[in-house]
């Protein structure tokens, strides 16, 4: 790594590139890694990026990134790139993209929302605008900000 | 046509038909008939004029009406939930006509049912043959809603009524349209943001009455404030009296979509300007065509 800031190469396993800087905890948080889980972790914070300025990067062996995962991802970390890691070679890159929808992850805002009180009205969000996130309820029409969804995230 | 959730679900050209198909039915031109067809009342929250319209006009079709008009009256009131109800409806009628206190429940409704469904106002969301009924009473007194100056009052926050209805002005480029509320009732800014028509935030309509062409007064939605406090503060806010109309032009028009509580001194109803029993008295013709255009009846 050319900043000097030395994390050896993984195995097998993910390495998450890309990440807004001061946003690899909420990714952990994502993939629901707390610590307890026994996974060998390496968390690089607010290093320079040619592309970024500062980024975070994440390195977790032995576990694999599913596709929603990777989606919800997207919603915090955009631009963020998943790196495949094989015998101690990249051997997929992928650049997820923000769904057009997503459906029951997130909460509603408004408290009179039917699916904040319905047990069979899931939740389901149209995205209005990528990076930085924001997305719209498609039922009440109720607006969520890019914080809001970190907020969710994070609880 | 299919669902009716938002007054953006229609076409322009879809509205004027609407409207045209209104005039002729008034006029004795046609006959709509929904022999043999049966539409499903689905009202969670009470109401008498909005539900009593379209079973006036089902009926007057020759249509069946079956449902219920209060959420106590059915097995809502026993557990039964929303979606289970739905598929009960969706089963026995052509068509469901539904009322609820939450944002979005009609259109949670629609993806149940098979029939379509018809909004009758879903919490502060919409409203969308409210709307019909104001415009098409708009066109019938102007000519046509197109670049007129409309004042918007009241509670602008909450009421569906405006929602719907500012939705709907897009279809007919007003000049102006001012937003007249307490600043705790003012439109919602996500709302305000997709108008492409020059809007002007008001506090007093006395600062602008004289350049409206429809003043539209709605109630304040207690039912929809979130706390009792909140509603102390703003309740009896504005009152439309003999003073402002007095300050109104002559060809000047005051709408609601009723039912009114105090917002509108009832001297007003004898001015000229006074329209909204001609405006209520349109509900039962123009959701008749509705109807007919959704459920699918016969033409004579
Ligand atoms: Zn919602």
Redesign the pocket.
């Given at each position: 790594m050319k900043n000097g800031l030395i994390v050896s190469k993984i195995k097998n396993g993910t390495v998450i590139d890309h990440i807004p800087a001061g946003r690899a905890l909420a990714v952990l948080r994502v993939l629901g890694i707390r610590g307890q889980e026994g996974y060998r972790i390496a968390l690089v914070m607010n290093v320079e990026s040619s592309k970024m300025g500062r980024k975070d990067i994440l390195k977790i062996e032995e576990r694999a990134i599913e596709e929603r995962e990777a989606e919800l991802i997207t919603l915090i970390a955009p631009e963020a790139t998943i790196n495949i890691v094989k015998d101690y070679e990249v051997v997929e890159k992928r650049k997820q993209k923000v769904p057009d929808k997503i459906t029951g992850l997130l909460r509603?805002t408004?408290p009179s929302?039917i699916?904040n009180n319905d047990p069979e009205a899931a939740?389901k969000f149209k995205t209005l605008r990528k990076s930085p996130i924001e997305l719209v309820?498609e039922?009440?029409e109720?607006r969520i900000t890019e914080q809001e969804v970190l907020r969710q995230i994070l609880e | 046509m299919q669902d009716l959730i938002s007054i953006l679900d229609l076409a322009k050209e879809e509205v004027l038909e609407i409207f045209e198909k209104t005039d002729a039915l008034l006029r004795g031109k046609i006959r709509l008939r929904l022999d043999g067809k049966i539409v499903s009342l689905a009202f969670f929250e009470p109401s008498t004029r909005t539900a009593l319209s379209f079973e006036s006009a089902a009926l007057s079709m020759g249509g069946r009406v079956l449902g219920f008009t209060s959420e106590e009256s059915i097995s809502v009131a026993k557990g039964e939930n929303l979606a289970d109800t739905v598929r009960m409806l969706d089963n026995y009628s052509d068509c469901i006509v539904i009322r609820h206190k939450f944002?979005?429940a009609a259109k949670f409704a629609s993806e149940i049912a098979q029939k379509p469904v018809i909004n009758a106002g879903d919490g502060k969301h919409e409203h969308p043959t409210q709307t019909l009924i104001d415009l098409y009473t708009i066109k019938r007194i102007f000519g046509t809603p197109e670049g007129l100056t409309f004042g918007l009052l009241g509670d602008l926050r909450y009421a569906r009524t405006v929602n719907s209805l500012v939705r709907g002005l897009k279809f007919f480029r007003p000049k102006k349209v001012y937003l007249i509320s307490p600043p705790q009732l003012r439109l919602r800014e996500e709302i305000r943001n997709e108008l492409d028509y020059p809007t002007e935030e008001r506090v007093d309509p006395r600062d602008v009455i004289g350049d409206i062409d429809v003043l539209y007064v709605t109630r304040i939605q207690k039912e929809r404030f979130p706390d009792e406090s909140e509603y102390e503060k703003v309740k009896e806010s504005y009152r439309v009296d003999v003073r402002l109309v007095e300050e109104m032009r002559k060809d000047s028009v005051i709408l609601h979509p009723l039912p009114r509580v105090t917002e509108i001194d009832r001297r007003i109803d004898s001015y000229p300007q006074a329209k909204y029993f001609l405006q209520a008295s349109l509900a039962v013709p123009l959701r008749s065509v509705l109807l007919h255009e959704v459920v699918g009846g016969v033409e004579a």
């Open positions: 509603c408004n929302c699916t939740t309820c039922y009440c109720t | 944002d979005g």
